[in-house]
């Protein structure tokens, strides 16, 4: 049978429209930065990709600099500015800041002091979406974007990171959004491109293609696309929960992105259930895919207050539009089917 693809948090499969964009964009000749007409239609293509992601990301008015993804928007957003934070961001904004911001049980990020903070909209190993201040310095919307209705102008925060290939997307092309007006040193110097605040040439190709999967990705939402994978997750966690009586949903009683279960069931090793299911043609993770070729316990989950052993037992199924129930049902039962052999082992 065919391979099941149910880590789109890791990354979304290429959207059509995403690829057409790019194709178009291959035989766009000019430099954006040459005054000609060849610059001057390869400028454009840029703005237009610019225009289109900030509609989608309810950014009227902010600044769209274009980067090499959501892990270099951190760093250009982060560096150098004291930022707090919780152990639960990201590994690409954990790296700036001084993670002791304490984190309950759900998940939920205690916010003392917005101005100087970071904080991940929705969590990419849980799922679990945060009920966030108005203020924040920095937020991390890169998993939230195209797959909750949530726009820059309603978060009220300075700057936000968000990534293509999260949406349907190319890899290797994200941005940060930034209120107009922010004051922020440039990371990479020289030619001055996007603002002066992200110099080099633009990946005009890359650019093309986040802008066409934004307007896509806006299009489903608005579609009711993720309320139909809302209730797909939910048949999963039912099938699971009927039968998996020891199996913890972490985040269940939180608000959660519509596609993510994270499973953890103490004893049976998180990368073990990863690479069972691989051999069983179903692709899923044990955390986010930054690290999941690391083996230890999710820092995520210990900070919600899981031991090492549950934590380290930890996957995150996450399902996308073109998953199907069909595939809901088989993964669910092979996943069953391998944990009453763990049980059988364990016993």
């Known amino acids: 049978m065919s391979r099941v693809y149910l880590d789109y948090n890791a990354t979304a499969p290429l959207r059509p429209e995403a690829r057409a964009a790019m194709i178009a964009a291959m035989d766009v000749v000019g430099n954006p930065s040459s005054v000609h007409a060849e610059g001057r239609a390869a400028k454009a293509l840029v703005e237009r990709a610019r225009a289109q992601v900030a509609a989608a990301f309810g950014a009227d008015g902010a600044d769209i600099v274009f980067v090499s993804g959501a892990t270099e928007a951190a760093a250009l957003a982060c560096a150098g500015r004291g930022l707090h934070g919780a152990p639960v961001e990201h590994d690409a904004v954990r790296a700036w800041i001084d993670p002791v911001l304490p984190v309950d049980a759900l998940g939920q990020v205690q916010v003392t002091d917005p101005a100087q903070s970071a904080v991940q909209l929705a969590n990419s190993e849980t799922g679990v979406v945060q009920d966030l201040p108005q203020g924040l310095a920095v937020v991390d919307a890169t998993q939230a974007f195209g ?71 806006q299009r489903d939402l608005e579609a009711g696309i993720w309320d139909r994978v809302e209730k797909l997750r939910n ?107 763990h049980r059988a082992r364990a016993a």
């Not at 092309?173 to 996007?194: F, H, N, S, Y």
């Not at 989950?301 to 998953?323: C, H, K, N, W, Y």
């Not at 039962?333 to 052999?341: F, G």
Request: with cysteine; proline share 3%; hydrophobic share 45%.
């Open 147 to 217: 797959k909750l209705p949530v726009a820059f102008n309603w978060l009220g925060c300075q700057m936000a990171l968000i990534s293509a290939h999260k949406l349907g997307g190319p890899k290797g092309i994200g941005a940060l959004v930034m209120t107009r007006g922010t004051d922020l040193a440039a990371q990479i110097r020289g030619g001055g491109q996007e603002m002066g605040r992200r110099s080099g040439t633009e990946n005009i190709v890359g650019i093309a293609g986040f802008g066409a999967a934004a307007v896509a990705a």
């Open 235 to 341: 048949i999963l966690d039912s099938a699971i929960e009927a039968s998996a009586k020891e199996t913890i949903f972490v985040g269940k009683d939180a608000k959660r992105l519509p596609n993510t279960t994270c499973l953890a069931t103490p004893g049976w090793k998180g990368e073990t259930q990863v690479m069972q299911m691989d051999l069983a043609g179903f692709a899923i993770s044990a955390g986010s895919a930054c690290s999941s070729g690391k083996v230890k316990a999710s820092a995520v989950l210990t900070a919600m207050g899981f031991d090492e052993v549950t934590a380290g037992s930890a996957i995150r199924v996450s399902l996308g539009p073109q998953t199907t129930e069909d595939d809901v049902h088989r993964f669910a039962e092979t996943w069953l089917a391998k944990y009453d052999k």
